[in-house]
């Protein structure tokens, strides 16, 4: 209740500020709602945030001032989503941007709901990052949507739409409970991995966190780190099962020559690799010789946590085969086919006449080419080489537009 001389009291003036930032907030979003969006997944995405601080409003104005316990688990939350949600505002504004490969989008959002079902929504971005990056599928005011934001020097370059194909795997692990399916076995793995080297172990459950310690907590140490790399290998599988050759040399173009430190939460740069060529050569791919020479191997630490990182790495390899099975499974059971070997030469033809592909090849099989095309001359280094680079884009970019076209007019071909 208010002070005797009428003065809020403490409780009264935060609750009225928590309302204040949420109404400001809920105005930003409607004067994004202004802006022209290329497709409406950007549009629907606002609407669905709105209608989520809305709620989040009545909230807060249902909360008395008296209940202390309600204020601070109120004001927390609001805390926690206005600090959250602005960089996503954000990244749907520059989905607007004319930088994007606008022509690419109706084909990433049909895989988006062949892999993660038909109420599943695309949002395509150029972001000032070095690499491509997805949010997880876990925003609670977004649950449904796959946000997929592009470096902005390199997103109107059709060449690096392969690595959409990583980053939608993270959300495919997120809504087939990949995780949950091989969790059972990492555990069985990491014991098997510890066992593996008695010395090891024997040193770890003495001495790693500077004191006796039981079994348990070293397996429970291991499996955060190792379900990561899991989920890394994963969306590397799915990546060349969708795109085939195109992803290997996407990956390679934007990470060589590797890093110098190693994440525990990522495999080292030779066991990525290997793991991506072993999938290649289940699919049948024959990587060129020149992808993945010379990379570096990061540092790895020393001591106790060094032999961490050996036993979770040991069980992350044990993991692999058990994650292609599943992967294969999936793609296969929502009708994923890896690019046609027959198509893309097909379309490196017509490259090579310098017209675009007109008999409805896949966004992969379209890319797949451009990479063939790209590595017959070298990579194009040369200054004066750069308008072929962008007559090749072009290419490629009305290729996807004529199979849109054809999709659209005739969609049970």
Not at 36 to 41: I, L, T
Not at 68 to 75: E, G, K, P, Y
Not at 304 to 312: K, Y
Not at 380 to 403: C, H, Q, R, W, Y
Request: with cysteine; aromatic share 10%; net charge neutral.
């Amino acid at each position: 209740m208010s002070s005797a001389t009428g003065v809020a009291t403490t409780a009264e003036f935060r609750l009225a500020y928590a309302q204040r930032k949420l109404r400001a907030f809920i105005r930003g979003i409607i004067e994004l709602q202004s802006s022209e969006f290329p497709h409406s997944d950007s549009r629907k995405a606002l609407e669905d945030l709105a209608l989520y601080f809305e709620a989040r409003l009545r909230q807060v104005e249902r909360v008395i001032a008296t209940d202390d316990a309600a204020i601070d688990q109120t004001l927390a939350q609001v805390n926690v989503s206005v600090y959250r949600y602005p960089p996503l505002l954000g990244f749907i504004l520059r989905s607007t941007n004319v930088r994007n490969a606008f022509e690419t989008y109706f084909h990433l959002k049909r895989l988006v709901k062949k892999i993660l079902g038909s109420s599943a929504h695309l949002v395509t971005s150029a972001e000032w990052l070095f690499i491509p990056f997805t949010y997880p599928m876990s925003i609670d005011a977004l649950p449904d949507y796959v946000l997929v934001g592009a470096p902005a020097p390199e997103a109107a370059n059709t060449l690096i739409v392969p690595l959409a194909g990583h980053e939608i795997g993270h959300s495919a692990w997120r809504k087939h409970n990949v995780g949950n399916q091989i969790s059972q076995n990492l555990v069985s793995h990491i014991d098997a991995a510890l066992d593996a080297n008695p010395a090891r172990r024997d040193n770890l459950l003495q001495k790693a966190f500077g004191r006796h310690v039981q079994r348990s907590l070293i397996i429970q140490t291991c499996y955060s780190p190792a379900i990561k790399q899991l989920e890394e290998i994963f969306c590397d599988f799915v990546a060349p099962f969708i795109f085939g050759e195109s992803y290997l040399w996407a990956f390679e173009c934007f990470l060589v020559p590797g890093s110098n430190s190693r994440s525990q939460e990522y495999p080292s740069g030779e066991a990525r690799i290997r793991f991506l060529i072993h999938a290649a050569r289940q699919l049948g791919i024959s990587a060129d010789p020149v992808l993945f020479q010379r990379w570096r191997n990061p540092g790895v630490p020393s001591g106790s946590e060094a032999d961490i990182l050996s036993v979770t790495d040991g069980a992350v390899e044990r993991s692999t085969p058990q994650l292609w099975q599943i992967t294969t499974a999936l793609l296969q059971q929502v009708g994923i086919a890896p690019p046609s070997p027959t198509v893309v030469t097909r379309v490196l033809r017509n490259f090579e006449h310098v017209v675009p592909d007109s008999d409805g090849a896949s966004i992969a099989e379209v890319v797949t080419a451009g990479w063939q095309y790209l590595s017959l001359r070298k990579g194009l280094p040369k200054p004066n080489d750069d308008a072929t680079f962008d007559l090749l884009n072009e290419l490629m970019l009305k290729s996807i537009e004529v199979t849109e076209y054809r999709m659209r007019v005739q969609p049970d071909a």
